[in-house]
């Protein structure tokens, strides 16, 4: 298998996230890793350092990573994580400024197209200004 | 002792740490749902609890950060804010106690250094500053203040009065301001004319950390 950019969804809702993954996995293929996280550490609407440091982890590649956020909180605690993982893997990994499901469908998208990790996000980021 | 002598301050006798712990558990505890409250008004509500659900697994972990050096304790405290808090609070505390404790650890560390560092490591994660409706609304006047009363050679005690006082300025002084940072920067003007969810918990925190240090300062 082709390695291929991966794709993380963080979002305040574990519905949103897992539904958006979801999204994702219908266009990309099955070559593009996706992992998805929502809510705090005690399930509420929130988000949760350690479950990004985790999605992370599952799907991180030499190809890098791309994160999708929703509102503040989650690309604070996805700023955090990253910070917590390898310093290798941390110039490896982007939080992409774009809405989090079409930002999440358009990334994979490229992703499959076996883009790499700067071209990945220009697309997520560039479809909405 | 007075403020530009403060090496006294970071020995940290076991007996402070456990009342600064202490104080700032009881300040969360108590004042959660107002946190909420304050925090329902212009963001999304959860401020208290997410503030409530930091500092219980700072109190659950209570005696083993009592048996560590202030420094240690300072960033193991700043990584379980990080880690269970749940919203960008968590982040912003941890990175505040982090830095503090990284300062504290140096051979010349100072209760100024900590706050420098500690407020920038604020300012740094926030991509914010004073005057965006925020908790460094509170935290730069306390550092500001601290400073001042360095310069100046200040006692303890009344250094620590200054301090409370301009974290309580600093938190009335969000009130008339536009929130351009979080969640209530959705509300725009709208946010004019309430007190910052994220400002208040900053006031409470220094509140307690001034009356825990004024129990046996000069």
Do not use: W, Y
């Given at each position: 298998m082709t390695e291929r950019v991966a794709i993380v969804i963080v979002s305040h809702s574990a519905d949103v996230a897992r539904g958006a993954a979801a999204m994702v996995r219908q266009m990309a293929g099955k070559e593009v890793k996706v992992?998805?996280?929502?809510?705090?550490?005690?399930?509420?609407?929130?988000?949760?350092?350690?479950a990004i440091k985790r999605c992370i982890e599952q799907v991180y590649g030499p190809r890098g990573v791309a994160i999708l956020v929703d509102l503040g909180g989650a690309e604070t605690n996805s700023e955090m994580a990253i910070e917590m993982l390898p310093r290798e893997w941390q110039t490896n990994i982007v939080i992409c400024q774009a809405p989090v499901v079409e930002g999440a469908v358009m990334a994979g998208t490229e992703a499959s197209g076996g883009s790499n990790l700067q071209k990945v996000r220009a697309t997520a980021e560039e479809y909405f200004r | 002792?007075?403020?530009?002598?403060?090496?006294?301050?970071?020995?940290?006798?076991?007996?402070?740490?456990?009342?600064?712990?202490?104080?700032?558990?009881?300040?969360?505890?108590?004042?959660?749902?107002?946190?909420?409250?304050?925090?329902?008004?212009?963001?999304?509500?959860?401020?208290?609890?997410?503030?409530?659900?930091?500092?219980?697994?700072?109190?659950?972990?209570?005696?083993?950060?009592?048996?560590?050096?202030?420094?240690?304790?300072?960033?193991?405290m700043g990584t379980l804010l990080v880690m269970t808090v749940g919203g960008a609070s968590g982040p912003l505390y941890g990175s505040l106690l982090i830095a503090m404790g990284k300062a504290a650890a140096r051979d010349d560390a100072s209760v100024l250094a900590m706050l420098d560092e500690?407020?920038?490591?604020?300012?740094?994660?926030?991509?914010?500053?004073?005057?965006?409706?925020?908790m460094l609304d509170v935290l730069v006047p306390v550092q500001l203040a601290w400073a001042q009363s360095c310069r100046e050679g200040?006692?303890?005690?009344?250094?620590?009065?200054?301090?409370?006082?301009?974290?309580?300025?600093?938190?009335?002084?969000?009130?008339?301001?536009?929130?351009?940072?979080?969640?209530?920067?959705?509300?725009?003007?709208?946010?004019?004319?309430?007190?910052?969810?994220?400002?208040?918990?900053?006031?409470?925190?220094?509140?307690?950390?001034?009356?825990?240090?004024?129990?046996?300062?000069?």
């Open positions: 992992a998805h996280c929502g809510g705090n550490p005690e399930g509420g609407l929130g988000t949760n350092v350690a | 002792m007075n403020a530009t002598q403060e090496a006294p301050v970071l020995q940290t006798p076991d007996p402070l740490l456990a009342r600064l712990l202490d104080a700032a558990i009881e300040a969360i505890g108590t004042n959660a749902e107002r946190l909420g409250d304050l925090d329902r008004a212009i963001g999304d509500g959860d401020h208290g609890l997410n503030m409530l659900r930091g500092f219980a697994a700072i109190a659950a972990q209570r005696d083993a950060l009592l048996a560590l050096p202030l420094a240690s304790a300072l960033e193991s500690g407020v920038a490591a604020v300012k740094r994660r926030g991509k914010s500053d004073r005057g965006e409706k925020t200040l006692a303890a005690r009344a250094a620590l009065e200054r301090l409370r006082s301009a974290a309580k300025e600093g938190l009335e002084a969000t009130r008339p301001l536009v929130a351009t940072k979080g969640r209530a920067s959705f509300l725009g003007e709208r946010s004019i004319g309430h007190l910052d969810p994220g400002a208040c918990s900053s006031f409470l925190l220094v509140d307690a950390a001034c009356t825990a240090f004024l129990e046996d300062a000069p």
